[in-house]
């Protein structure tokens, strides 16, 4: 079943790149946007834009990691304005450092509450209501990084996978209320948390560019939105092929860590 177009979309990370640009890219008369984010800043200039672009927008200043918090204020939006389509779009990145350094707990245990705990629990919070309801969106924002886990991100790649193997659970499962579940994979796409990131960075898309492509696969409700079309070819290949063959690959491509 195609979905129809969604009228209230709650996007989180929506100070950042990716999650900036989706917004910008739903903003439009008749369309309520609730965007989420920390900075402050960021967050009044990305709402002012999709208001002169003739949505009506609420913003949430709230760190993730703050589950009672997340959860409390899900629950009025649920209460208030349960949305149509739902975009867990927040994250951060983290590698073992240009120098081999390492990757250090505490920044291993934020990554793992950001891109994973606070993903499944806004999700979990809001499953309930839209069943009540038998319709509603949910896309998570997963990476082609989740196919293979990459030397340089492993903590990284690892909270993306079980981003990925989580939607894909729950597409299935969900179907039967009326709710369609999308996984997202991007590839490179410019960004602080890409820039940020050590190795070679091919096919980089531009937030725009890559916000209109996972607003159409989520259109047409496309169980994963993947791209681009040769990274996405070439990850995959690296967990379906023997793993001493994608070691060497990755070594040759110089993401040997
Ligand atoms: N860019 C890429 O190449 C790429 C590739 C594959 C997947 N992705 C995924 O795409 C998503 C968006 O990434 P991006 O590239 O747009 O990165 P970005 O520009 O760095 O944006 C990250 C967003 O996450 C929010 N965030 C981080 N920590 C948070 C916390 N503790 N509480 C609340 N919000 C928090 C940030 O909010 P504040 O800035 O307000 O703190 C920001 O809005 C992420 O899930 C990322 O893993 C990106």
């Given at each position: ?186 590839g490179y ?12 960075k091919p096919f980089l898309w ?21 791209f681009p079309f040769p990274l ?26």
């Amino acid at each position: 079943m195609k979905p129809t177009k969604p009228q209230t979309i709650l996007i989180t990370g929506a100070t950042g790149a990716i999650g900036g640009a989706l917004a910008r890219y739903y903003a439009a008369p008749g369309v309520c946007l609730i965007l989420h984010g920390r900075n402050a800043a960021h967050l009044d200039e990305t709402a002012a834009h999709c208001r002169a672009a003739g949505a009506e927008v609420s913003t949430i200043q709230l760190d993730l990691r703050d589950i009672p918090a997340l959860q409390k204020k899900l629950a009025e939006i649920a209460a208030e304005r349960l949305p149509d389509l739902v975009i867990a779009n927040a994250g951060v990145n983290i590698n073992t450092g240009e120098n081999r350094a390492g990757e250090q707990w505490d920044d291993i245990e934020a990554l793992l509450d950001i891109n994973i705990k606070a993903t499944f629990a806004l999700v979990n919070s809001l499953i309930p209501a839209m069943r009540q309801r038998g319709s509603g969106q949910i896309a998570l924002i997963s990476s082609l990084a989740a196919y293979y886990g990459l030397p340089v991100t492993p903590s990284y790649s690892a909270s993306k996978a079980a981003i990925k193997t989580y939607g894909e659970g729950l597409r299935g499962w969900l179907a039967h209320d009326g709710i369609q579940v999308n996984v997202v994979m991007p590839g490179y796409v410019e960004s602080a948390m890409c820039h940020a990131m050590p190795g070679p960075k091919p096919f980089l898309w531009t937030p725009e560019k890559a916000a209109g492509f996972i607003a159409r696969g989520l259109q047409q409700n496309k169980a994963r939105i993947s791209f681009p079309f040769p990274l996405n070819i070439g990850t995959w290949f690296l967990a379906v092929l023997p793993p001493s063959w994608s070691e060497r690959i990755l070594l040759l491509l110089n993401y040997g860590g």
